[in-house]
Antibody, heavy 120, light 113 residues
Framework: EVQLLESGGALVHPGGSLRLSCAASGFTFSNYAMNWVRQTPEEGLECVSAISPTGDITYYADSVKGRFTISRDNSRNILYLQMNSLRADDTGVYYC??????????????WGQGTLVTVS | DIVMTQSPESLAVSLGERATFKCKSSQSVFHNNNKKNYLGWYQQKPGQPPKLLIYWASTRGSGVPDRFSGSGSGTDFTLTISSLQAEDVAIYYCQQYYSTPVTFGGGTKVEIK
């Protein structure tokens, strides 16, 4: 069974930093692109970052570009999101999500259970 | 970015009745090369992550009941629940994956009348 388990969410002050992790199991992690999708009351569902299977291609939403860094450790099957210079509008639930193949775009199945980031 | 617009924002339907909601994209998500619409639908229940229902606009995900069906092409799409069950109370989102960034609609909330 494919499983994604996020961790690292917390309450942080504006300007602070957090690192989110997503532990993947049940599939060959290194064969798939991965995404971070956040859900906020203001913006709804937003794909904030994505990474190719080998990590050489990344995508960032304009809202997080220059502040967030996505990375992956294929030897440990873990996806990361380093979040710096956090702002109040970064508050939300952050999900890792698996697209169907090597490309970063696609439908997402499954999603992790989410981790809550609160900037206040 | 492709903007996804869903309607209505909320919908109240009696148990056993049909529920239909719409999703419109700001540009076509139909790819001429493979003749597919790059459109998915998700169901989100309170406190849970979104769950994939439909991809390629009309293909049901694994284990999705056949009362859920998707239709449409180009810019206009529909999700139909043929006979609403109590467990279908949720928010439903559409998503385009035709271009990066993938984008989602604002959702339609389904309640029991």
């Amino acid at each position: 069974e494919v499983q994604l388990l996020e961790s690292g969410g917390a309450l942080v002050h504006p300007g602070g930093s957090l690192r989110l992790s997503c532990a993947a199991s049940g599939f060959t992690f290194s064969n798939y692109a991965m995404n971070w999708v956040r859900q906020t009351p203001e913006e709804g569902l937003e794909c904030v970052s994505a990474i190719s299977p080998t990590g050489d291609i990344t995508y960032y939403a304009d809202s997080v570009k220059g502040r967030f860094t996505i990375s992956r450790d294929n030897s440990r099957n873990i996806l990361y999101l380093q979040m710096n210079s956090l702002r109040a509008d970064d508050t939300g639930v952050y999900y890792c999500a698996k697209p169907p193949g090597m490309g970063t775009a696609g439908w997402f199945d499954p999603w992790g259970q989410g981790t809550l980031v609160t900037v206040s | 970015d492709i903007v996804m617009t869903q309607s209505p924002e909320s919908l109240a339907v009696s148990l056993g009745e049909r529920a239909t909601f719409k999703c419109k994209s700001s540009q076509s998500v139909f790819h001429n090369n493979n003749k597919k619409n790059y459109l998915g639908w998700y169901q989100q229940k309170p406190g849970q992550p979104p769950k994939l229902l439909i991809y390629w606009a009309s293909t049901r995900g694994s284990g999705v009941p056949d009362r859920f069906s998707g239709s449409g092409s180009g810019t206009d799409f529909t999700l139909t629940i043929s006979s609403l069950q109590a467990e279908d109370v949720a928010i439903y989102y559409c998503q385009q994956y035709y271009s990066t960034p993938v984008t989602f609609g604002g959702g339609t909330k389904v309640e029991i009348k």
